[in-house]
């Protein structure tokens, strides 16, 4: 895998061309588009159920003006990184924009495209009320829903429990699986998500615990050297090109690493959940200000002292409940065993995030998690110390892989990551 230098081959560079088509809805080919195209961005998030991609076409040879882009056309691709992997699928294209080039001579165009399934989302609406009168578990129901109307098969399904009667009124498929989501149980933090990534170099859909897959050890490691160039440096690239699940990070920025005024707000410091039990005419207060963290150690634990020090009756974030308080026609789902663990886990997740830019990795995707290793910032670094800020596990929240079109074979990969955990 190394060059006749002895220092390894480009591993920004694809071990293959990408190739880039249009193609029908139900059908096959129209044309291949890869020498028109500059770039391809794929995005997957697991605050998206469906992945998105945009690609940058110059139009020069009239691929727009032929009418061979419409509503009716996707973008089929399957793109090489540089070590070995690749990706591929089909996505539909859902919106176009366009710009004017060469001193106006042509255009260019930006290829909006959504998974295909988003079709049926958009048309499909859910009514199902046989599970009022048949207890069943909220991931058995999204698993249903999900195949029932959006026509897709989970590659993973998260237990949850206990089964529970529940209707669901007229909701496009997203909205009631965001609804259920938000009232699925399991044994860990309560924090599910339905969403996209590649599995085998092919689109797959998951519906997963979050926090059990916070728990795992890393998939991947990504290591932030000194140097971008070097024996130290090549030995790492050496590793990545060899297949072995470790790349060097070509950039490493952190926009917001912590939000202590907005994490407050969202519940971090304290929660409270009251249920209202409109049978009965009674309520119940369920108050938490335990931090339920998963990767490392509770964030800003003075701040938090202070915050609860002053905390008024509802506490700093309150949900209210109406339910149904006759057992022998309702059984309580007991909603508020969510709140309380799920809500300063996924408070800390919004604000505590890095991103990293390294090498094309189609392994990894939303859900997974990476080790990162990052020198500390001294000016002589020669005890090998790590920046302990940095160092540490991360939740892979979000993935973009970026490769480029026409004879350009740079293949690479934006990882947005995040923590719950001071360390």
């Known amino acids: ?47 998206s159920p469906f992945m998105e991609a945009t690609v940058v076409v110059s139009d020069q040879d009239k691929i727009m003006a032929d009418s061979m882009i419409n509503g009716d056309v996707a973008v089929s691709f399957k793109a090489y990184a540089g070590n070995g992997k690749h990706i591929e699928g089909k996505f539909h294209i859902n919106d176009i924009a366009t710009f004017t080039q060469n001193n106006r001579k042509t255009n260019a165009l930006h290829l909006k495209c959504v998974g295909m399934e988003h079709i049926h989302n958009a048309s499909q609406k859910v009514q199902e009320f046989k599970y009022w009168y048949n207890p069943t578990a909220i991931s058995d129901i999204i698993s249903e829903v999900a195949k029932k109307y959006l026509g897709i098969s989970l590659k993973a399904l998260a237990s949850s429990s206990p089964a529970v009667n529940i209707n669901i009124p007229r909701m ?26 590649f599995l085998e170099s092919k689109p797959a859909y998951f519906f997963e615990e979050i926090s059990t897959l916070m728990a795992k050890g890393p998939k991947w490691l990504l290591v932030h050297n000194e140097a971008s160039y070097g024996k130290e440096a090549d030995n790492i690239d050496e590793t990545y090109l060899a297949g072995q699940a470790g790349s060097k990070i070509l950039n490493m920025t952190s926009h917001s690493f912590f939000d202590s005024h907005n994490m407050i707000k969202q519940g971090y ?48 974030r309150t949900m209210y409940e109406p339910f149904n308080g006759e057992s022998e026609y309702f059984v309580d789902p007991k909603l ?15 604000n505590k995030r890095l991103t ?15 080790g990162v290793i990052s020198p500390a910032s001294t000016p002589n670094n020669r005890s090998g110390d790590f920046d302990k800020d940095f160092t540490k596990v991360y939740l892979v929240y979000a993935v973009e892989h970026y490769f480029g079109g026409g004879t350009n074979k740079m293949f690479e990969t934006k990882l947005q990551l995040a923590s719950d955990g001071q360390r």
């Open 1 to 47: 895998m190394s060059s006749q230098s002895g220092k390894p081959a480009n591993p920004r560079s694809g071990t293959k061309t990408a190739r880039v088509e249009l193609h029908s809805l139900t059908g096959g080919k129209i044309r291949d588009i890869t020498e028109f195209v500059s770039y391809v961005q794929i995005f997957s998030s697991l605050d």
């Open 172 to 197: 496009h498929p997203m909205q009631a699986i965001t609804m259920l989501a938000q009232r699925a149980q399991g044994t860990s933090r309560n924090v599910y998500a339905f969403f996209q990534k």
């Open 269 to 316: 410091a304290s929660r409270s959940y009251w249920k209202m039990d409109f049978v009965f005419k009674t309520y119940q207060r369920i108050d938490d200000v335990n931090q339920h963290e998963v990767i490392g150690e509770k964030q800003m634990p003075s701040v938090v002292s202070i915050a609860n020090a002053k905390a008024d009756p509802h506490f700093n």
């Open 336 to 350: 508020e065993e969510n709140y309380v663990t799920s809500k300063p886990v996924a408070s800390a997740l919004s």
């Open 356 to 370: 990293v830019s390294t090498y094309g990795c189609p392994e990894i995707g939303p859900g997974d998690t990476v």
